[in-house]
Antibody, heavy 120, light 113 residues
Framework: EVQLVESGGGLVMPGGSLRLSCVVS????????MNWVRQVPGKGLEWVGR??????????DYAAPVKGRFLISRDDSKNTLYLQMNSLQIEDTAVYYC???????????WGQGTLVTVSS | DIVMTQSPDSLPVSLGERATINCTSS????????????LAWYQHKPGQPPRLLIY???TREFGVPDRFRGSGSGTDFTLTISSLQAEDVAVYYC?????????FGQGTRLEIK
C-alpha cells in the first residue's frame, strides 16, 4: 500500500519560514516525480511545485505565487520529500498535500495534508 | 499555463439521478505521441485528500465504482455519475497533466437536492 505522510505544518508569523516533510512508503520513491499541492481554506486545489527524479537531475518547477520563496528537495535515501517555505505570507495559509506520480497522472497518490497557518 | 474551467460551480442532484460535470481546457491536452488525453478527475471530501477517479480522460482508477464515467476529447471533457449516491457528495476537480506544471479546474460542488 502506498502511503504518504506529511509533517511540519503549524503556525508561523508573516515573513517567517517553515519546512514541510513528506515520507513515502510502499512505492519506489526514487523513481517518482513528486508534487506539492495546496488548498487555501474555502478555495480549490492549487499546484505549488514539482521535483523530478535524481536521474532526471532533480529538476524543479514552481507555481508563480511561490517562485523564489519556496524550495522543493528530496532525499531518496530517506524516501522523503521536503518543502522549504520562506518569506511566508498570509495568503500562503493552506493545507499542503504531497503527491506522488506513479504511472497514471503526476498526482496518483496523496498524503493526508498538513495545515500551515500564517498569522500574526 | 493551461487554464481549466469547470461548470457548473455547484450542482444539486437528487439521489439516484444523473450528475454531469463539464471541464474545458484552454488548449488541447491530447498528446500526439500516444494519442492520450492528459486529463484526470478527482473527488475531494472534507478532511480527506483528493482521490483519483479517472485518468487519461476515461480510464477509471482501480476501485472506483462504475457509476463514474469520464468522457470527452480535445478540450472538452465530462464526468458523469450515473446514479447519485449519498457518499458521492464532494467537490470534483478536473486536472490537466499535459504540462508538468499541472493545473486544476476551480471545482464543482456536488450536493443532494
Amino acid at each position: 500500500e502506498v502511503q504518504l505522510v506529511e509533517s511540519g505544518g503549524g503556525l508561523v508569523m508573516p515573513g517567517g519560514s517553515l519546512r514541510l516533510s513528506c515520507v513515502v512508503s510502499g512505492f519506489s520513491f526514487s523513481n517518482a516525480w513528486m508534487n506539492w499541492v495546496r488548498q487555501v481554506p474555502g478555495k480549490g486545489l492549487e499546484w505549488v511545485g514539482r521535483i523530478e527524479t535524481h536521474v532526471e537531475g532533480e529538476t524543479t518547477d514552481y507555481a508563480a505565487p511561490v517562485k523564489g520563496r519556496f524550495l522543493i528537495s528530496r532525499d531518496d535515501s530517506k524516501n522523503t520529500l521536503y518543502l522549504q517555505m520562506n518569506s511566508l505570507q498570509i495568503e500562503d495559509t493552506a493545507v499542503y498535500y504531497c503527491s506522488l506520480g506513479a504511472n497514471k497522472t503526476n498526482t496518483d497518490y496523496w498524503g493526508q495534508g498538513t495545515l500551515v497557518t500564517v498569522s500574526s | 499555463d493551461i487554464v481549466m474551467t469547470q461548470s457548473p460551480d455547484s450542482l444539486p442532484v437528487s439521489l439516484g439521478e444523473r450528475a454531469t460535470i463539464n471541464c474545458t481546457s484552454s488548449q488541447s491536452v491530447l498528446h500526439s505521441s500516444n494519442n492520450k488525453h492528459y486529463l484526470a478527475w478527482y473527488q475531494h471530501k472534507p478532511g480527506q485528500p483528493p482521490r483519483l477517479l479517472i485518468y487519461w480522460a476515461s480510464t477509471r482508477e482501480f476501485g472506483v465504482p462504475d457509476r463514474f464515467r469520464g468522457s470527452g476529447s480535445g478540450t472538452d471533457f465530462t464526468l458523469t455519475i450515473s446514479s447519485l449516491q449519498a457518499e458521492d457528495v464532494a467537490v470534483y476537480y478536473c486536472q490537466q497533466y499535459y504540462r508538468a506544471s499541472i493545473t486544476f479546474g476551480q471545482g464543482t460542488r456536488l450536493e443532494i437536492k
